[in-house]
């Protein structure tokens, strides 16, 4: 399993910006596909975004307003978050899942997590 450590959330104002971390513990975190889940209070764990190598996939409430994105010499992903909304408040989570890429939408795809970190947009 891959060791995952996630910063950088906070409060922020609706339309701002901020900008997640991942640091993880693989040293070829290249081979794994990482993703970025939330959960909001009371509801389930959802997607946001996927990558491997330069592929993306972002979850449509998300798709253009957030980027993820990698730096393998930093062992760091990343998810830049702009023009936020409330909606957007969550906890996110950062994920890594070995395997095929295409299929991995699901929390149970992957297979190791970060602690989280609080998303609170206010309006």
């Known amino acids: 399993q891959v060791q995952l450590v996630e910063s950088g959330g906070g409060l922020v104002q609706a339309g701002g910006s901020l900008r997640l971390s991942c640091a993880a513990s693989?040293?070829?975190?290249?081979?794994?596909?990482m993703g970025w889940f939330r959960q909001a209070p009371g509801k389930e764990r959802e997607f946001v975004a996927k990558?491997?190598?330069?592929?993306?996939y972002y979850a449509d409430p998300v798709k253009g307003r957030f980027t993820i994105s990698r730096d393998n010499a930093k062992n760091t992903v990343y998810l830049q978050m702009n023009s936020l909304k409330p909606e957007d408040t969550s906890v996110y989570y950062c994920?890594?899942?070995?395997?095929?890429?295409?299929?991995?939408?699901?929390?149970?795809?992957?297979?190791?997590w970060g602690q989280g970190t609080q998303v609170t947009v206010s309006s």
């Open positions: 994920a890594a899942g070995s395997g095929d890429y295409f299929s991995k939408i699901r929390p149970t795809d992957f297979g190791s």
């Open positions: 990558m491997s190598g330069s592929s993306t």
């Open positions: 693989a040293r070829t975190l290249s081979t794994y596909v």
